[in-house]
């Protein structure tokens, strides 16, 4: 039967249909048929004979087979075949006729009775059973909360690539459904920086539901296309500022491309440490875990296998890396070098800290490369522009970013306009390196969130003046008395991690070392048991009469402790990092402000304590001051000069001597073990290392004599008189050393802190006067 037949029509082609059998009447079985609308039908052009080709009304004319029409009422329906693709979305027809049942059968999935296929009956009846566990409001709850979404962030589906729209759509549900089992989570702060939806849905994921202060300000001129240099407080979350921007453009990108073939990395972030890096790049697959299909993101730096990074760049959109192991691949690989000129983005993440530490040669020559133009690379208009001014005009197209919590001084007040940057002078500095950077604009957005405190708002910071050797009873007694999740503790030197872990593990406590002489891979070892580390107090087994720490095995109420020097200060992201202790005090106000950045992250709270010796209180002191003075005076309490002599922003913290006291004991106890321990293993390795030595020399090794000859009185001889002595010490007194710390241990001090702080103490016994000094109630450390 033709229904439209031969006509000319104004909206598209004439159409007819055959139908399958005479009956225009519903037919008696559909099974495998559905009812359809005209226009997704399957049509097929006609072959109109030539004669005809210029005829009114005989072009375009279209027919389609195997269609039934039945009359439904006043109305016609289509009813035909289902492609196989869509038979698993079919729910069947609601009017179909019972009787009418086909059996179900493979051959013929679809059947107009509903309950003639066994799959889409358990679906139907899955989904009436959820309809039914949520009440009969939730769809239209969720439904009308959906389209409040769409409407909020005015999410519009990318066109012209219906991947892309599908995506969009499924984006928008998810985003919906996130929503809805987040209850409230508003996402309308977000709105202003006209994200797509397929990001604003990947960030409702992460639950982050405004932008920081930072990321408002900074992700604007990102996705203008300016150069940026951001300045935020530590934690406040300057990776997705740049993160953000960086993954729209690449879904931009793809977009446009219509492909899902690759076109060159994205973009290049350079981390200082190795640490950060994988943590940059963790941060960045959590942002696309939301995403459809999301950029592949690679970490490159040193300590784990080269070939395999190499594998991973050649695939890579986003690339984070640390100078050495990226010069190490980019200098030998052409391609990995040619691929990187045509990145988008260079971010350089804490910057400064990127620009010294023996990190500069390397990150020069990166940036080098990246500006090198290569025959056949360079396009026309870069080599003009290079003939004209080879100095000043950038020979890429990239944006670039640079990040931190800290800047030096002058470069800030030369950003803000009052001056070119001047490259006389410390070659070193952040200024040069900035210069070398290249920047595309002449003058780079400068967005500093902080004009007047690096450091978070919600960090509370004291100082404990203690005697030069009494750290580690000092450091011991802040863990027992400051209710903590993680400690951090940080040292200057490698070999003070070395002996702080096992001393604290001496003392029950969970104690791991991070320092950049340790292997790579036990390196993110011991950040991720810190971090897996419960985060609930361990719990405590009262012991009678007595107030103390239990004889659990750990002591305190910190779950974990992280020991380690500057390595861990920049960047790094754990969360319910409570405490901070400066063992030995940092050597900049830059450092102080990244170490104590480590806790009170994204607006929670957190402590930081400096345990300073009598020598180091008072430069200390002054140090604080100088990063807190400029945000007191702007703040107007009182004048620079007073805030300077008054340590402003630090409080001296004031412990109970006789509650040290009582830790003493311990401690003592637990140093002897520890350097015990040490001495003997680093006096095999000496003693290996001189037989070998010996050996090769074909001289006969004796440890006494060669020790004679070599004996002086020099630096370090107090040390290494120390440490023969322990290596005399024997294992039957080590093991009674155990045994007594272990027993010491297992008593609960009498220290009078509140339970709260002590884990268990009988503070009701004390003052009843059960046993022992009851010296009054400390909180905490009065932070
Ligand atoms: N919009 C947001 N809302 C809530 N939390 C966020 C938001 N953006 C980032 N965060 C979280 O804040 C924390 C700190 O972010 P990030 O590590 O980027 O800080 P940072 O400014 O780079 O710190 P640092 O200067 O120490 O390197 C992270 O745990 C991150 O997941």
Not at 353 to 379: M, N, S
Not at 752 to 761: F, I, N
Not at 763 to 770: F, M, Q, S
Request: hydrophobic share 35%; with cysteine; aromatic share 4%.
């Amino acid at each position: 039967m033709v229904i439209d037949k031969k006509r000319k029509r104004a909206d598209g082609p004439g159409k007819r249909v055959k139908p399958t059998g005479a009956n225009s009447k519903r037919q008696k079985s559909n099974a495998g048929k559905r009812v359809t609308s005209i226009d997704s039908l399957a049509w097929k052009t006609v072959d109109v004979p030539e004669m005809f080709d210029d005829a009114e009304g005989f072009y375009g004319l279209e027919e389609v087979e195997g269609v039934d029409i039945v009359r439904d009422g006043e109305t016609v329906k289509f009813v035909a075949a289902v492609p196989e693709s869509e038979e698993e979305e079919f729910g069947g027809f609601e009017d179909a006729p019972e009787e009418k049942a086909a059996p179900a059968s493979e051959d013929v999935p679809i059947a107009l009775d509903s309950t003639t296929s066994s799959k889409k009956q358990t679906k139907a009846q899955k989904k009436a059973a959820k309809a039914e566990q949520n009440g009969p409001q939730k769809p239209d709850a969720k439904a009308e909360k959906k389209e409040k979404k769409e409407k909020k962030t005015k999410a519009e589906p990318a066109k012209g690539d219906p991947e892309l729209e599908a995506n969009v759509f499924a984006q928008a549900a998810d985003l919906a459904d996130a929503e809805a089992e987040d209850n409230d989570l508003d996402m309308s702060e977000w709105v202003p920086l006209d994200l797509s939806s397929q990001m604003l849905s990947s960030i409702a994921r992460l639950k982050f539901d405004k932008p920081t202060p930072i990321q408002a300000r900074a992700i604007p001129h990102i996705m203008q296309g300016h150069d940026v240099i951001g300045k935020a407080a530590t934690g406040s979350g300057k990776t997705l500022a740049f993160g953000i921007p960086i993954v729209e453009s690449w879904l931009a990108k793809r977009a446009q491309t219509q492909t899902a073939e690759r076109t060159g990395p994205t973009a290049l972030i350079l981390s200082p440490t190795r640490e950060l890096a994988h943590q940059i790049a963790d941060h960045l697959k959590q942002l696309c875990a939301g995403l459809t299909t999301g950029p592949y993101i690679c970490s490159v730096t040193g300590g784990l296998a080269v070939q395999k990074q190499q594998r991973q760049l050649e695939k890579a959109d986003i690339v984070i890396g640390t100078p050495g192991r990226m010069w190490e691949l980019m200098s030998s690989s052409n391609s990995v070098s040619a691929a990187l000129r045509g990145i988008g983005y260079l971010v350089v993440d804490e910057a400064d800290r990127l620009l010294k530490d023996g990190h500069f040669k390397e990150a020069e020559e990166i940036l080098k490369a990246l500006d090198r133009t290569v025959p056949g690379e360079a396009d026309e208009e870069k080599e003009d522009s290079d003939d004209e001014d080879e100095d000043e005009t950038p020979r890429h197209n990239r944006q670039t970013l640079v990040f931190s919590a800290t800047f030096n001084k002058n470069l800030q007040q030369k950003l803000a306009g009052k001056a070119r940057f001047n490259l006389m002078g410390d070659t070193e500095s952040l200024e040069y390196l900035l210069k070398k950077l290249n920047f595309r604009e002449e003058r780079p957005k400068y967005v500093d969130t902080n004009p007047v405190s690096q450091m978070a708002e919600n960090l509370k910071e004291g100082l404990i003046q203690c005697g030069d050797l009494e750290k580690d009873l000092y450091l011991y007694a802040v863990l027992l008395l400051q209710s903590t999740r993680r400690a951090l503790v940080f040292t200057n030197s490698i070999n003070t991690v070395r002996r702080l872990t096992p001393f604290l593990q001496a003392l029950n406590l969970p104690a791991f070392a991070l320092h950049s002489d340790m292997e790579q891979k036990a390196r993110l070892r011991s950040i991720e048991r810190f971090k897996a580390a419960t985060n609930t107090p361990p719990t405590t087994t009262p012991k009678s009469g007595g107030g103390g720490p239990s004889s659990t095995s750990s002591s305190s109420t910190t779950s974990s402790i992280l020991i380690a020097t500057d390595v861990a200060a920049r960047g790094l992201d754990i969360p319910n990092i409570d405490l901070v202790i400066h063992y030995h005090v940092p050597r900049s106000a830059d450092d102080y402000v990244h170490r104590s950045g480590r806790t009170a992250r994204a607006q929670h709270a957190g402590v930081s304590v400096l345990l300073c010796g009598p020598k180091e209180a008072v430069p200390t002191q002054r140090l604080i001051a100088k990063v807190h003075a400029a945000a007191a005076v702007a703040s107007q309490q009182t004048s620079k000069s007073k805030l300077t002599a008054a340590g402003v922003g630090v409080q001296t913290i004031d412990i109970d001597r006789r509650l040290v006291s009582h830790l003493r004991p311990r401690v003592t106890l637990a140093q002897k073990i520890t350097e015990t321990s040490i001495a003997k293993e680093r006096g095999t390795k000496e003693d290996d290392w001189m037989r070998n030595a010996a050996e090769e020399l074909g001289v006969e090794y004796d440890s006494d004599e060669l020790e004679a000859a070599g004996t002086w009185k020099g630096r370090g001889s107090g040390r290494k008189a120390r440490e023969k002595e322990a290596r005399g010490v024997t294992k039957a007194e080590v093991k009674q050393w155990r045994w007594e710390l272990k027993e010491l241990l297992s008593k609960r001090v009498n220290t009078g802190v509140s339970e709260r702080y002590l884990g268990g103490v009988d503070v009701e016994g004390l003052l009843r006067g059960a046993r022992g000094e009851f010296l009054g109630q400390v909180e905490g450390l009065g932070l």
